[in-house]
C-alpha cells in the first residue's frame, strides 16, 4: 500500500469485539445498508468492515433493493413458472401487480394466489398448500406484509388436507419445507419475516408458530417505494411491531452480541422514524422503517421473542387488536418488570449485570439517559402513532386480565429475562 502501512485483515472471530467501537462512531446509526456493505474502518491497525448489514457472520439471503431488480434473478434462475402470494390491496397499491404482469407478459407464467386474511388461519394455509402443489412453479414468491409471508411459507410445507396439516402444525406429525426457492418482497415494515425461519398460523383460536431452517427466504426485495402507499393505521402497528421486537430481543436470553447488534440498529431506525412514517412519511423514513424491521427480523431469528409478544396474541385473537399495536401495549410495562430482575427471580444464565446492560442499551438507543426517560419516550410514541399503553385503553375490562394472564404463550415467556409468575402478569397487567 503506497504512502503507508497496509492495513491487516482480521477473521470474523475479532468482529464481534470490535463492533463495539463501531457502534460508537458519530452517524453510524443512520448509514442506509448500502454504506455498512461498503465502509471500512481502521481500529488499531486492523481493517474490517463496520457490519455487513446485507450478510451477517450467520447466512443471510439474496438481498435486492428495488423490484425491478428481481427480473434479471428470473432471467439467471431460467424461471417458467411463478407461484405468486400476495396480499391483495398490498399488492395493487404497492405497484407490484404492474411489475407482475409485466413479468407475465414476457418471462413466466404467473399463478396468483390471494385467498387469505390478515392473522394466517390454517384453512387459508391449507388452500394455498394445495394451489401450491397443483401450480408446478419454479419458484414461490410472497408479496406483502407478514401474512402474506407466512402463508408462502405454510404453502410450501403444509398438508393439502386440513386433519393432517392441523396435525403438523400441533407437532404430531412431521413437515418438511418444499425445496424450491423461496422469494420475500416485503410491502410493510414490521414483522420482518421475510428473514426468519419462523410461520405464525391460527386454528381454533389458537396461535401456532411453525419453525424450520428452510422456511427461511433464499432471497428478499427491500423496496422502501413497494411501501409508500401502505396507511398510516397499518404503518403504525407494522413498525411498532418492529421496535417491540427490537427491544424484545436484545433483552431475550437467547440473544447473541451480533443478534443485538442487529436489534440495536432496530431499534434506533424504528424509535426515530416511525412517528414521521405514520404522519409525514417521505421516501427516506420509509426506508429506514423497511430497514428497522429486516433488522429486527434477523435478529428475532436468533433471540425469538419474550413477555410484550407472549402477553400479545389474546388481544389480537380475543379482542381484534392488530398484532403491532397488541404488543405494543405492554410494552414499556415489561421494560419496567424487567429492570426490576432480582437474583431470586432471574433468567438469564449470562447474569444480573448481563441483563440491567442490556437494559442500559436500550436506553440509549432511544436516546434517553434513565430508565423512567425512555419508558416516557417509548410510551409516547405508542400513542402518538395510535396505540395504547394498557388494556383499558383499548376498552378492555380488568375482569379481563385473569384470563389474558392465563393464555399467555409459555414458549415466549420463558425467553424473557426476568421468570413471570401468574401472579406477576396480574400486576403487570394491572398497574
Given at each position: 500500500m ?8 482480521i477473521?470474523?472471530?475479532r468482529?464481534r ?5 463501531c457502534?460508537?462512531?458519530p452517524?453510524y446509526?443512520?448509514?442506509p445498508l448500502?454504506?455498512?456493505?461498503r465502509?471500512?474502518?481502521?481500529v488499531?491497525?486492523y481493517?474490517l468492515p463496520?457490519f455487513d448489514?446485507s450478510r451477517?457472520?450467520s ?7 428495488q423490484?425491478?431488480e ?8 431460467s424461471v ?7 396480499d391483495?390491496v ?6 407490484a401487480a404492474?411489475?407482475v404482469?409485466?413479468i407475465?407478459?414476457s ?12 392473522n ?11 394451489a401450491?402443489?397443483?401450480s408446478?412453479?419454479?419458484v ?7 401474512s ?9 410445507s403444509i ?33 420482518g419475516?421475510?428473514a426468519?425461519?419462523?410461520?405464525v ?20 426485495v ?6 409508500m402507499?401502505?396507511?398510516?393505521r ?6 411498532l411491531?418492529?421496535l ?49 424491521a429486516?433488522l429486527?427480523?434477523r ?9 410484550p409478544?407472549?402477553l400479545?396474541y ?5 379482542f ?5 399495536f397488541?404488543?405494543a ?8 418488570f424487567?429492570a ?18 442490556q ?5 440509549e438507543a432511544?436516546?434517553a ?11 409516547s410514541?405508542i400513542v ?11 376498552d ?8 389474558i ?10 425467553n424473557?429475562p426476568?421468570k ?5 402478569l396480574?400486576r403487570?397487567?394491572?398497574?
Open positions: 503506497a504512502g503507508g502501512v497496509a492495513p491487516r485483515f477473521g470474523k472471530s468482529v469485539r470490535l463492533c463495539a467501537v457502534r460508537r462512531m452517524g446509526e443512520t448509514l448500502r454504506m455498512h456493505r465502509l471500512r474502518v481502521v488499531r491497525g481493517s463496520i448489514m451477517s457472520l447466512d443471510q439471503p439474496t438481498r435486492l433493493s423490484l425491478s428481481l427480473q434479471n434473478e428470473l432471467a439467471a434462475a417458467r413458472s411463478i407461484f405468486v402470494v400476495a391483495a398490498a399488492f395493487r397499491e404497492s405497484g404492474d411489475f404482469q409485466r407475465a407478459a418471462h413466466a407464467q404467473v399463478t396468483l394466489f390471494q385467498d387469505f386474511q390478515a394466517p388461519q390454517l384453512e387459508d394455509a391449507v388452500h394455498a398448500a394445495s401450491f402443489a397443483n408446478d412453479a419454479d414461490i414468491v410472497a408479496v406483502g406484509g407478514g402474506a409471508i407466512d402463508i408462502a411459507k405454510l404453502a410450501r398438508a393439502t388436507d386440513n386433519t393432517l396439516a392441523f396435525q403438523q402444525i400441533r407437532g404430531t406429525q412431521s413437515w418438511q419445507p418444499d425445496g424450491r426457492p423461496f422469494w420475500a418482497v416485503p410491502t410493510t415494515s414490521g414483522s419475516s421475510e426468519t425461519q419462523f410461520a398460523v391460527y386454528a381454533q383460536g389458537q396461535k401456532y408458530s411453525l419453525s424450520h431452517p428452510g422456511l427461511r427466504a433464499n432471497l428478499v427491500l423496496d422502501a417505494e413497494l411501501t402507499s401502505c396507511p398510516p397499518l404503518t403504525a402497528s407494522c413498525g411491531d418492529a417491540c421486537q427490537a427491544v424484545e430481543s436484545m433483552w431475550s436470553n437467547q440473544a447473541t452480541e451480533d443478534s443485538v447488534i442487529d436489534a440495536e440498529q432496530a431499534l434506533r431506525l424504528a424509535f426515530s422514524s416511525l412517528r414521521q412514517a405514520v404522519h409525514a412519511p417521505n421516501k427516506q423514513v420509509r426506508q429506514a422503517m423497511i430497514e428497522a429486516h429486527a427480523g435478529a428475532i431469528q436468533v433471540s425469538k421473542t419474550t413477555a409478544h407472549a400479545s389474546y388481544l389480537t385473537s380475543q381484534g387488536i392488530p398484532h403491532g397488541a404488543v401495549t405492554n410494552l414499556v410495562r415489561c421494560l419496567s424487567n426490576e430482575v432480582s437474583e431470586q427471580n432471574l433468567n438469564e444464565d449470562r447474569g444480573l449485570t448481563h441483563v440491567r446492560q437494559i442500559q442499551r436500550i436506553v432511544c436516546g439517559a434513565t430508565l423512567t426517560e425512555a419508558a416516557e419516550r417509548l410510551n410514541l402518538d402513532v395510535g396505540g395504547q399503553t394498557s388494556i383499558v385503553g383499548w378492555i375490562s380488568n375482569d379481563q386480565i385473569p384470563a394472564a392465563a393464555s399467555v404463550n409459555v414458549q415466549r415467556l420463558q424473557n426476568r413471570a409468575t401468574s401472579a406477576d396480574i403487570l397487567l394491572s398497574d
